[in-house]
């Protein structure tokens, strides 16, 4: 292929993508998101890749709230020291030693963080970045106490976050860093898990997503399969009915579902060893990882005034095809409460519209489209079923539709080709003999 080809099909493939992407950059703006990622990230050269997505984050608008962990990090000192390290439950036992060592490996972690995030080297996604970091004694902690007979000592979990003083840094275009220590009012010191820091931070900021960045690559199924999306409801039935989920799933996955319950919008679950899995995560229809909510996500309704927009773009181009019929936005907010739609995750993927026809009990269904990126999975039906539902709770007996393009989907689908004498009167009258749309009846 041509060297001029190829630049020309990237450039093409590069406007698409970047198009693609748009409704994701209006919707993130302004949004808090909690990003976790353990001490590994850093101590394995992860970071700063992360960095660089992170900032891109941020140049959109989105508001930032890092946590790191520092686990791999206190190992390392405590066997320096030769000092005992001892787990309870799952939990580090922090007696006075470990304590010193968590103190030096956070602080360690914090300040390489905040020296990667500073990075502003010419012809590099870091370029002119110009990052503030914030992190300070925002976590006040409780200690854990005894757990299974072992006092966990320095050990603690969160008590409170200090959501103002976070939501003034942020208001100051600032990227917050949590590290896995809290305080106490006596001036104590705990050593937290990272999971119970972000988790905290994303429910007490009402945040609008919470990350964890793990090694696996989000939770499997039975069979082994990514499991995409999640209810909270199935998560918990995943954590209740599985014995030996894998470590981190273990660990992240009953925060994120807690998360959710307590207002959280979205969890999501990614690998860390995944270059850009962050960006492919939020930008990308079909995502990387898990992604845990409180409802599912695809939902199918009546359409309101505030969906002619996701209308219009989703029939836009079956417009300019001749697929369907142009409808100028006045005509669509006029006729509004003919329209249903299904909607993902905030975005409008299908649509269809009833025109009914009273006096022969029929109803036109009409403008049917789904997203070429959501077609195969069933939601075509689905679409179908939600309008012949309420076409019937209308009182109509039949179902008629025009098209040019999908006969065969029809008749698949119980409908079978009629002349278009076998139309209601009135819309005979309209019917357009240049377009030669074949007309498909059901009864209902």
Not at 265 to 291: C, K, N, P, W, Y
């Amino acid at each position: 292929m041509p060297v001029g080809t190829q630049h020309s099909e990237f450039r093409t493939h590069f406007v698409a993508w970047f198009r693609s992407v748009a409704p994701y950059i209006h919707a993130f703006r302004g949004k808090t998101f909690v990003v976790a990622f353990g001490g590994e990230v850093v101590s394995e050269g992860q970071f700063i890749a992360l960095a660089h997505d992170l900032n891109l984050l941020n140049s959109l608008g989105v508001r930032l709230v890092l946590v790191h962990g520092a686990r791999p990090q206190i190992e390392e000192e405590l066997t320096e020291r030769g000092a005992a390290i001892r787990y309870a439950g799952g939990m580090r036992v922090t007696d006075d030693d470990a304590l010193k060592c968590v103190k030096e490996a956070a602080g360690t972690v914090r300040v390489e963080i905040e020296a990667l995030l500073s990075m502003g080297l010419a012809n590099s996604p870091m370029a002119g970045a110009d990052i503030r970091v914030a992190s300070g004694n925002f976590v006040t902690a409780m200690p854990m106490g005894v757990l299974g007979g072992v006092d966990l000592m320095h050990t603690g979990e969160v008590r409170k976050i200090d959501a103002i003083g976070i939501r003034r840094r942020l208001d100051a275009n600032e990227i917050v860093l949590l590290s896995p220590l809290g305080y106490s009012p006596t001036g104590e010191v705990f050593n937290l898990s990272l999971e119970d820091v972000a988790t905290s931070a994303a429910i007490t900021l009402d945040a609008d997503k919470l990350i964890f960045l793990m090694d696996t690559a989000g939770v499997a199924g039975e069979n082994g399969d990514l499991l995409r999306e999640l209810t909270t409801a199935q998560a918990e039935a995943i954590i209740a009915a599985t014995a030996t989920l894998p470590t981190d799933v273990g660990y992240y996955l009953p925060c994120a579902a807690r998360a959710c319950r307590k207002g959280v919008a979205r969890a999501h679950l990614i690998s860390r060893h995944v270059d850009g899995a962050l960006l492919q995560e939020l930008f990308t229809h079909e995502g990387i990882g898990s992604m845990v909510s409180e409802d599912p996500l695809e939902t199918l309704r009546d359409a309101s005034i505030d969906d002619v927009g996701g209308i219009l773009a989703l029939i836009g181009p079956l417009e300019s095809d001749g697929i369907l019929v142009r409808r100028s936005r006045e005509l669509l907010e006029m006729e509004i409460d003919r329209f249903s739609v299904l909607e993902y995750d905030g975005l409008i993927i299908g649509c269809a519209a009833l025109y009914p026809f009273p006096k022969e009990k029929a109803a036109e269904l009409a403008c049917m489209a789904v997203h070429p990126d959501y077609r195969g999975a069933g939601r075509g039906e689905a679409l179908l079923e939600y309008m012949q539902v309420r076409a019937l709770g209308k009182g109509f007996k039949q179902l008629f539709v025009l098209t040019t393009r999908t006969a065969h989907w029809f008749l698949e689908h119980g409908f079978t080709e009629a002349g278009v004498d076998k139309l209601p009167k009135a819309k005979q009258g309209l019917y357009n003999y240049q377009r030669r749309s074949k007309v498909f009846v059901k009864k209902l």
